[in-house]
């Protein structure tokens, strides 16, 4: 990624992502059916839906790690300068080595490329100190917190300078005064530095508070619904001024997404009747 | 219609006592280390025996004394003939384990990666896993000779399938997620293997060792006492024909102490490795 450098005073280099056409089938289940979707560069869209309208294996197919049975995606634009990873992962479960420390997870994301010692270790604390850990940076996962470990995974994706962020509920596993912790920090580093992120949740409140566009999916097999910006300033949406619009919006969501969450636990009812 | 009603109210009425202590009721169940019990246990039977042995109640050609075989060992080791039955147990063991150990390791790791190997090897270690593998002593004897290659061939096969099956079934259980991360850095393959795929395996391959560890001492003791001049199991083997029964079991505690020896190395060698768990 060497190639790409960014001029100075200019706004940050950043990339879109374009999914065409995406279908998924898993055996004789249609999951996905003609997803079309675009996420503009510094653009945070949320992905949300009912349980198993295939929000994740979406977000699979955009980073690259589950094939499509149709479609494609293409990502385009300016990596930034020093990103060893431009499409970078945040997992729900964390998926951290249980075996290594804190930094030792940032590292795990660094140790293939060729980096010398010094930057490596420059970029695992400088990770670390972007999401707090610093003083847990010895610390193995089982020692830490739900949201400790979030952070780890937070850090090892910044450790690689993504250009593009796919989090895949990052905040479903913590419980709620920890998630909304967690999403203020994650928030003002996405003010910081703003890198294209494609966040899927099940939450309204996260994607509310946090998305410029919401993408709404269909009940299975996930089809777009709906797209709904978000017209307020992320740092201005936790102030009461904005609560009436944003109620609004809400309850516009939540409209499309009851009628669709509650057929879909209907389905899974009958799916799982003998 | 009076009656009625108050006999209704009767059963509802709250039942009423003085204010006590919420008496605790969770406890149990929760069996803790007692070292103490465990040594008094140990030294109870011994003092026993040797009580039963010193007044002469048991024939000492059916059991000898602790003190006899205790003599027995000291024996065996001013002579020299400890050290020459062990070590040619020993060497044969550790071949035996380690051949059959790399073996193991790799086909089960082959079959836990890779389609094919799993469609020839699952079958293959279907069919020759339940064999008791000293029956294949013979056959073993015939292709390599009497002397030390059947032996720890025999050794070898029969550590190597509790290998296989402990290795791929933990390449199997390594959580698809944390390959799935590996892979969403673009980490290399080979480098997801050693540095995913083969420490979260850690945890199954060494409860395959115990496994394994046991078995060739089975097996040892087994192919020693069919074909062999030394070993502790030619060692038994005689004592029991010559009715020495001091030093036959003399024999079963050098065993004992072996196994439990081996077993303390896998323990803190867990202990050490898989002290993230």
């Given at each position: 990624m060497g190639e790409f450098s960014a001029e100075p005073g200019l706004s940050e280099p950043a990339m879109h992502l374009r999914a065409e056409a995406i279908g998924h089938r898993y055996d004789d289940l249609t999951v996905l059916e003609n997803v079309d979707l675009d996420v503009g560069e510094g653009e945070f869209l949320a992905v949300i839906g009912p349980s198993g309208c295939g929000k994740s294996t979406l977000l699979g197919i955009m980073g690259g790690i589950l094939?499509?049975?149709?479609?494609r995606v293409l990502v385009g634009g300016t990596a930034?300068?020093?990103?060893?990873?431009?499409?970078?992962?945040?997992?729900?479960?964390?998926?951290?080595?249980?075996?290594?420390?804190?930094?030792?997870?940032?590292?795990?994301?660094?140790?293939?490329?060729?980096?010398?010692?010094?930057?490596r270790d420059a970029r695992v604390a400088d990770a670390l100190v972007r999401t707090g850990l610093t003083e847990f940076a010895d610390a193995l996962p089982k020692q830490l917190s739900g949201g400790m470990r979030q952070r780890v995974g937070i850090a090892r994706a910044l450790a690689v300078n993504p250009a593009v962020l796919l989090m895949d509920e990052p905040l479903s596993a913590?419980?709620?005064?920890?998630?909304?912790?967690?999403?203020?920090?994650?928030?003002?580093?996405?003010?910081?530095?703003?890198?294209?992120?494609?966040?899927?949740?099940?939450?309204?409140?996260?994607?509310l508070r946090l998305a410029d566009r919401i993408c709404v999916l269909s009940r299975r097999p996930g089809r777009i619904k709906d797209i709904v910006p978000v017209p307020i300033p992320q740092h201005e949406r936790a102030g009461p001024a904005a609560q009436m619009d944003l109620a609004a919006i809400g309850e516009r969501l939540w409209a499309m997404i009851r009628a669709e969450a509650q057929t879909a636990e209907r389905e899974v009812l009958h799916d799982a009747r003998p | 219609m009076t009656h009625g009603r108050e006999a209704t109210g009767a059963a509802a009425a709250p039942r009423t006592?003085?204010?006590?202590?919420?008496?605790?009721?969770?406890?149990?169940?929760?069996?803790?280390p007692r070292l103490i019990y465990s040594w008094l246990t140990f030294a109870g039977i011994i003092a026993l025996w040797q009580f039963v042995s010193s007044v002469g109640a048991v024939d000492p050609l059916f059991l000898p004394s602790p003190l006899r075989i205790a003599e027995a060992l000291r024996q065996l080791a001013v002579t020299g003939e400890l050290w020459r039955h062990l070590s040619a147990s020993l060497t044969r063991i550790a071949l035996g384990w380690t051949i059959g150990t790399v073996l193991g390791l790799s086909l089960g790791i082959a079959i836990g990666l890779f389609s094919l190997a799993r469609a020839v090897g699952i079958p293959m270690v279907a069919a020759l896993y339940p064999v008791p593998k000293i029956a294949?002593?013979?056959?073993?004897?015939?292709?390599?000779?009497?002397?030390?290659?059947?032996?720890?061939?025999t050794i070898a096969a029969g550590v190597f399938f509790p290998t296989v099956i402990a290795t791929f079934g933990g390449v199997d259980a390594v959580p698809r997620n944390l390959i799935r991360m590996a892979q969403?850095?673009?980490?290399?393959?080979?480098?997801?293997?050693?540095?995913?795929?083969?420490?979260?395996?850690?945890?199954?391959?060494?409860?395959?060792?115990?496994?394994?560890?046991s078995t060739s001492l089975l097996l040892l003791v087994a192919a020693e006492m069919i074909g062999a001049q030394y070993g502790l199991g030619a060692?038994?083997?005689?004592?029991?024909?010559?009715?020495?029964?001091?030093?036959?079991?003399?024999?079963?505690?050098?065993?004992?102490?072996?196994?439990?020896?081996?077993?303390?190395?896998?323990?803190?060698?867990?202990?050490?490795?898989?002290?993230?768990?």
């Amino acid at each position: 990624m060497g190639e790409f450098s960014a001029e100075p005073g200019l706004s940050e280099p950043a990339m879109h992502l374009r999914a065409e056409a995406i279908g998924h089938r898993y055996d004789d289940l249609t999951v996905l059916e003609n997803v079309d979707l675009d996420v503009g560069e510094g653009e945070f869209l949320a992905v949300i839906g009912p349980s198993g309208c295939g929000k994740s294996t979406l977000l699979g197919i955009m980073g690259g790690i589950l094939a499509p049975t149709s479609g494609r995606v293409l990502v385009g634009g300016t990596a930034p300068p020093r990103s060893l990873n431009p499409l970078t992962y945040i997992f729900q479960d964390f998926a951290l080595l249980p075996w290594r420390t804190a930094a030792g997870n940032v590292a795990f994301a660094l140790e293939h490329h060729a980096l010398s010692t010094a930057e490596r270790d420059a970029r695992v604390a400088d990770a670390l100190v972007r999401t707090g850990l610093t003083e847990f940076a010895d610390a193995l996962p089982k020692q830490l917190s739900g949201g400790m470990r979030q952070r780890v995974g937070i850090a090892r994706a910044l450790a690689v300078n993504p250009a593009v962020l796919l989090m895949d509920e990052p905040l479903s596993a913590l419980d709620a005064q920890t998630r909304e912790l967690l999403m203020e920090d994650f928030l003002a580093l996405w003010l910081d530095q703003r890198v294209t992120v494609v966040y899927v949740t099940h939450n309204l409140a996260e994607a509310l508070r946090l998305a410029d566009r919401i993408c709404v999916l269909s009940r299975r097999p996930g089809r777009i619904k709906d797209i709904v910006p978000v017209p307020i300033p992320q740092h201005e949406r936790a102030g009461p001024a904005a609560q009436m619009d944003l109620a609004a919006i809400g309850e516009r969501l939540w409209a499309m997404i009851r009628a669709e969450a509650q057929t879909a636990e209907r389905e899974v009812l009958h799916d799982a009747r003998p | 219609m009076t009656h009625g009603r108050e006999a209704t109210g009767a059963a509802a009425a709250p039942r009423t006592t003085d204010t006590h202590i919420v008496p605790f009721r969770g406890g149990g169940f929760a069996p803790a280390p007692r070292l103490i019990y465990s040594w008094l246990t140990f030294a109870g039977i011994i003092a026993l025996w040797q009580f039963v042995s010193s007044v002469g109640a048991v024939d000492p050609l059916f059991l000898p004394s602790p003190l006899r075989i205790a003599e027995a060992l000291r024996q065996l080791a001013v002579t020299g003939e400890l050290w020459r039955h062990l070590s040619a147990s020993l060497t044969r063991i550790a071949l035996g384990w380690t051949i059959g150990t790399v073996l193991g390791l790799s086909l089960g790791i082959a079959i836990g990666l890779f389609s094919l190997a799993r469609a020839v090897g699952i079958p293959m270690v279907a069919a020759l896993y339940p064999v008791p593998k000293i029956a294949l002593l013979p056959l073993l004897i015939l292709w390599l000779g009497i002397g030390e290659a059947s032996k720890v061939a025999t050794i070898a096969a029969g550590v190597f399938f509790p290998t296989v099956i402990a290795t791929f079934g933990g390449v199997d259980a390594v959580p698809r997620n944390l390959i799935r991360m590996a892979q969403s850095f673009n980490v290399p393959t080979g480098r997801i293997v050693r540095r995913v795929i083969l420490p979260a395996a850690l945890p199954s391959i060494l409860s395959g060792f115990r496994i394994s560890v046991s078995t060739s001492l089975l097996l040892l003791v087994a192919a020693e006492m069919i074909g062999a001049q030394y070993g502790l199991g030619a060692f038994l083997l005689m004592a029991g024909n010559l009715m020495q029964t001091d030093q036959l079991m003399a024999g079963v505690v050098i065993l004992s102490i072996l196994g439990l020896l081996v077993g303390t190395v896998l323990s803190l060698l867990e202990r050490s490795l898989l002290a993230w768990r």
